[in-house]
């Protein structure tokens, strides 16, 4: 499943969206060196980019240079969803909140600090977390781990971490963007 994203950052970056696919148990377990055993719905996730304007097409250089995990597009994904590649992958589940505010709150994890997903700082310091706020419609936070020091464990409390939100993002599914586009909303004309 694709969800598209508001792309509120479109000026300075390639990002268009996220998508997330079912992993089986031995992808899973591979990943997450054992950690994660799929006992709730997991996927593998990425982040969707485009690679078309001089300055995208040198964020991929760079990205490939630094030996990021890009995946392309196949031409079905390309014509379906316009995206050219998948990148800054992540472990999507549901989980409790990491946020001290949030008490626990179950919300739909994404976790790019597992170290085979081949993360760049400051992602290998980032979980974000959404939640749906309509039919096919998500708000996240994104949260980044403030002590940089501590080798990251899911067997650690996430309170040592001393993660602090950073920015909210909205996801949205193909009816939504459908409806979005419909009506001309963004960020450069309200």
């Known amino acids: 499943m694709t969800l ?12 268009t969206g996220k ?9 899973l ?14 996927f593998l996730c990425a982040n969707t980019v485009v690679f078309r304007t001089p300055r995208e097409r ?15 597009a196949s031409p079905a994904e390309r014509d379906a969803c316009g995206y050219d590649a998948k990148t800054f992958f992540f472990i999507g589940k549901p989980a409790a909140s990491i946020a001290p505010d949030n008490h626990g709150k179950r919300v739909f994890q994404l976790n790019y600090r597992w170290k085979k997903l081949r993360n760049p700082p400051p ?7 959404i939640v749906q706020i309509a039919s096919g419609l998500y708000l996240g936070q994104v949260f980044y781990a403030n002590d940089v020091i501590t080798p990251w464990s899911p067997a650690i409390d996430p309170a040592v971490y001393r993660y602090r939100l950073y920015e909210y ?15 001309g909303f963004d960020l450069d004309n309200v």
């Open 58 to 72: 040198m964020t991929r250089a760079l990205m490939a240079a630094a030996d990021l995990w890009i995946e392309d």
């Open 29 to 42: 377990a591979e990943l997450t060196d054992g950690h994660e055993a799929g006992d709730v719905p997991t």
């Open 123 to 129: 992602d290998c310091l980032c979980i974000d977390e």
């Open 19 to 27: 998508r997330f696919d079912p992993v089986d148990r031995a992808r």
């Open 169 to 183: 993002f909205v996801v949205m599914d193909s009816e939504w963007q459908a409806e979005r586009l419909r009506i």
């Open 4 to 15: 598209l994203a508001w792309r509120a950052t479109r000026s300075f970056s390639p990002w």
